[in-house]
């Protein structure tokens, strides 16, 4: 081959080839390209060659450990001015010392780290170099192929993303760095994916996706820690407990390096994963389902169980209702099922069996959710029921009976959310997952549904709940409580009867963490009172932090319940509501543009509205493009009803949209974040 062709070099022309195929903010020195789009490359001879040569000149692509042609990893396609077959080379400028190449993958090529060689007259190839193939949105063949280019920009190439907690009453944002281009995420990501032997079928990203949600899965099993006490995060590193981005979490996931992940904090999964496939190309976001009913086995009834005096207790055959729950959306047309099902799927993880064995996680398209299509796949009962199931209540009794209480409707599933595109707000999504509520169209998936479910695990039927002798319990609380502060609720009892009514009242509050769990018991009253017949009674009560047994934990939501009772019944009167606690407000000031390579001023306040001083306060700035590395300041105590205002200077040092997040501990509370954004423009057009 070096008499036919004396080889000097290949230039990939990594840069040019990164910026067409959107993948610059990976790399721009190795190339990173896209299926279903032509990359070029540069051969460069050190001595001109035959013309003949041309004709016998073919390259070679090939991936995995095993290539073979059989199974569409080992692939040669001849150097032509032509251009036919699923992979091409197409010569596009020549002399005699170098040759312009045109390279081109079919949209369903397997996607992966490659070698391209280079072959003439049969001789033993010669390697040119590696290159990585990803999944493309932007081509209309590909399977992820994503129409709107706002959509794409979003779901792909935002590396800024918000994740929502909190309650539906009260949603709360999380700033979330997806990280999904920094430079060792796509190696990790293809790492994870390489084990995996099917590399065929890494062409489907219907596959890849199941994959990577199985073995992200399994290790976030395996890493995911025991909660520390706050006191235990508090003594140790500043970066325990925290939980800002992707990448350092998939590091600490694949490589046991990075920070760690703790249980009150395994939400994570979602954003993990979402990075993941964005870094492969399939555009991906993460949704948040509030009161989200868990461990149902696709029951559309789920359980709870309080005391007689309104505590909750533990969790019952049919699970628990979670405070909200976080999930993975991917888009991708699934040639493999029946038509109807392209666009959103849900990627669904599920634990092992009890021998250990790795179940598969499943797929589930977004419509099958909404139809109730139960059949499709097995994970589509347990969707269903996240999102339909209704709750019913039942009190321990002294005597050890189980008592069923009659209480409002708790609405399941009915808000679903994720970020706007282009838009740091939130996007309610409820209507891709439900028909509205007391449509038509509801009231026949849900009868659909429940005729299924009785024909496999057979009908349930419950007692009445509805009292003979009716004294309603309405209770109204509102969507958050200042962090040590009060807060009004009211309780509404109406006696519909034509007798008084003595009626006895336990309310109080519990914290619980987002999946349901108690965390700790608060604050607990009980008062008796008569009711007059036909009369609505109003009792306001105020909740406070002064009357709590302890501190609420970090991360912790409170559960506001009460209880009542009367003689002429033997059925309990149940509500509840959740509460967030609301921190203060910590404000970032900053301008909306900025020039490059100069410096730029951002100032922070935060008003101590608590009953206690803040104290070993310690704030740390950190954004992607305008911040070198993170860094940290030491503040000054601040007293009750003083604010602390400081300002610091950083430099940009790229264009374009980027976000500055600062994130506030101290002595009261942790991770304690705001954010702001900030368009990085070139001097000249701000001049």
Request: hydrophobic residues 40%; contains cysteine; aromatic residues 8%.
């Amino acid at each position: 081959m070096g008499q036919a062709l004396a080889i000097k070099s290949c230039d990939f022309q990594a840069a040019r080839n990164n910026e067409e195929h959107h993948t610059t903010a990976i790399s721009s020195r190795r190339l990173i390209v896209r299926r279903g789009q032509a990359f070029t490359i540069v051969l460069h001879f050190s001595a001109p060659g035959p013309v003949s040569a041309l004709k016998s000149a073919a390259l070679i692509a090939q991936t995995g450990e095993q290539p073979s042609e059989s199974n569409r990893t080992l692939v040669t396609f001849p150097i032509s001015t032509l251009g036919d077959g699923a992979w091409r080379a197409v010569v596009e400028e020549r002399d005699a010392l170098a040759w312009t190449i045109s390279v081109s993958s079919p949209p369903d090529a397997v996607i992966g780290h490659y070698s391209l060689l280079l072959q003439v007259s049969g001789r033993k190839p010669r390697l040119l170099g590696q290159f990585t193939l990803l999944f493309n949105p932007w081509s209309k063949g590909d399977t992820v192929f994503l129409q709107n280019e706002a959509q794409r920009q979003e779901y792909l190439l935002n590396q800024n993303g918000l994740i929502f907690l909190g309650t539906a009453g009260c949603i709360q944002e999380e700033p979330w760095d997806f990280g999904q281009f920094e430079s060792d995420v796509v190696d990790l990501s293809l790492d994870l994916l390489s084990v995996d032997k099917r590399v065929q079928e890494w062409s489907q990203p219907a596959h890849v996706a199941r994959v990577l949600g199985t073995l992200l899965h399994a290790v976030k099993k395996e890493r995911v820690l025991p909660a520390p006490p706050t006191q235990a995060i508090q003594e140790a590193s500043p970066s325990l407990d925290k939980r800002r981005g992707s990448a350092p979490v998939l590091r600490q996931w694949l490589t046991g390096r990075g920070r760690p992940v703790y249980e009150g904090q395994a939400w994570v999964f979602a954003a993990v994963a979402c990075t993941v496939l964005r870094s492969l190309g399939i555009p991906a976001r993460v949704a948040t389902t509030f009161a989200s009913a868990q461990g149902t086995g696709g029951d559309l009834q789920v359980d709870e169980y309080y005391s007689e005096e309104g505590l909750q207790s533990g969790e019952g055959p049919r699970g628990r209702i979670w405070i909200f729950q976080t999930s993975t959306e991917c888009w991708m047309s699934r040639p493999d099922l029946p038509r109807g099902y392209d666009g959103w799927q849900v990627l669904c993880p599920r634990d092992p069996h009890g021998d250990g064995v790795l179940r598969p996680c499943d797929l589930v398209p977004v419509r099958a959710i909404k139809e109730g299509d139960l059949e499709l796949s097995p994970a589509v009962p347990d969707l269903f029921a996240s999102m339909n199931a209704s709750c019913v209540v039942w009190k321990f009794c002294e005597d050890g009976r189980l008592e069923l209480t009659y209480s409002n409707t708790k609405y399941v599933g009915d808000s679903i959310s994720t970020k706007v595109v282009d838009s740091d707000r939130c996007e309610d999504i409820t209507q891709n997952y439900k028909y509205p509520a007391g449509s038509l169209e509801e009231k026949e998936v849900l009868e659909r549904v429940r005729k299924m479910r009785s024909k496999e695990a057979g009908s349930i039927h419950l007692p009445s709940s509805e009292p003979r002798d009716p004294v309603y319990l309405f209770l109204e609380a509102p969507g958050s409580l200042p962090m040590h502060g009060d807060a009004q609720l009211v309780v509404t009892l109406a006696n519909l009867s034509d007798q008084e009514r003595m009626v006895q009242l336990v309310i109080g509050a519990q914290a619980v963490y987002y999946n349901g769990v108690l965390a700790a018991d608060l604050w607990r009253e009980t008062l008796s009172f008569r009711v007059s017949n036909d009369t609505v009674k109003r009792l306001p009560i105020v909740l406070s932090f002064s009357s709590f047994e302890r501190s609420p934990p970090e991360n912790s939501i409170l559960r506001v319940t009460a209880l009542a009772s009367h003689s002429a019944s033997s059925l309990s009167c149940f509500a509840q509501e959740d509460v967030a606690i609301e921190r203060p407000r910590l404000v970032i000031e900053m301008p909306e543009k900025a020039k490059l390579f100069q410096p730029l001023t951002a100032s922070i306040s935060i008003r101590n509205s608590l009953d206690s001083p803040m104290e070993d306060c310690e704030v740390s700035i950190f954004g992607r493009g305008l911040i070198h590395r993170e860094r940290r300041y030491r503040l000054s105590p601040v007293r009750p009803g003083n604010t602390l205002r400081t300002s610091f200077q950083f430099t940009p040092t790229q264009l374009g949209l980027h976000r500055l997040t600062v994130e506030l501990d101290c002595n009261l509370f942790q991770n304690l974040t705001s954010h702001r954004s900030v368009t990085v423009v070139a001097p000249e057009l701000l001049d």
